[in-house]
């Protein structure tokens, strides 16, 4: 089982629907990232949290230290929001490295 | 400002050949990140410098690999002898600084070099 695990792992939405993407995780956790992936490859952070809700723009991420759980939500969704969304930790005990989810690839058709 | 520059942008190589893949990151970024993602896959930690502390060289997959940072600021990941599963893409990320106690800080990444052993 791996440390971090993300659902769905496929996510295909109607352009202007909410979306929420998963993400549970196994162990002690400093940090917890929510990164995206576009075609081609670039990969761009979109928020670092360890703890409560963060905002910005119409994406929200809210984590839950006590259940290890975190989500990633996008409001009034858009073709350009296709991507890979990636899930990762900054473990207690392993400092600066991240482990990775292995991703959510989301298609908002229009 | 400039962003995090890897190059180059794509290496075919032959199998048993030795391959360095360069990045360049954030001007005044201490801490610098290697990651590995195979087709398919999802991303796998490297390698991670942090000013002149030791590189934390633990998820590196053989002593084939290695790397370094020479002056605190450009990186070369090194990859001898060259197998077939190597081939992925190699992502470089830095940030301002690593771990501080309970600190950490986003990380900025790289555009990767997508590396093909035949």
């Known amino acids: 089982k791996n440390e971090v695990e993300q659902s769905p792992q496929n996510l295909t939405a109607q352009e202007g629907e909410f979306i929420t993407i998963n993400c549970s995780y196994s162990?002690?956790?400093?940090?917890l990232h929510w990164l995206q992936q576009h075609p081609g490859g670039g990969i761009v952070s979109l928020f670092m949290?360890?703890?409560g809700k963060k905002k910005h723009g119409r994406l929200i991420a809210t984590i839950n230290i006590q259940e290890k759980h975190s989500s990633l939500h996008i409001t009034a969704s858009h073709p350009r929001d296709s991507a890979v969304y990636i899930c990762?930790?900054?473990?207690?005990?392993?400092?600066?490295?991240?482990?990775f989810g292995e991703g959510t690839q989301l298609t908002v058709n229009p | 400002g400039a962003g995090v520059s890897q190059s180059p942008s794509n290496k075919v190589t032959e199998k048993g050949k030795d391959v360095e893949l360069r990045c360049d990151p954030i001007?005044?970024?201490?801490?610098l990140y290697w990651y590995r993602q195979s087709l398919g896959q999802g991303l796998e930690f490297l390698i991670y410098?942090?000013?002149?502390?030791?590189?934390?060289k633990s998820g590196l997959p053989s002593d084939r690999f290695s790397a370094e940072r020479t002056g605190g600021s450009v990186s070369t990941l090194t990859i001898q002898r060259t197998q077939q599963e190597d081939s992925a893409v190699y992502l470089c990320?830095?940030?301002?600084?690593?771990?501080?106690?309970?600190?950490?800080?986003?990380?900025?990444f790289g555009p990767g070099t997508r590396l093909t052993v035949l």
């Open positions: 990320a830095s940030s301002r600084k690593g771990s501080t106690g309970s600190s950490y800080n986003e990380q900025f």
């Open positions: 162990v002690g956790i400093s940090a």
């Open positions: 949290l360890s703890s």
């Open positions: 990762a930790v900054n473990g207690e005990t392993s400092g600066s490295r991240l482990t």
């Open positions: 001007s005044g970024h201490t801490a």
């Open positions: 410098f942090q000013g002149n502390s030791a590189p934390d």
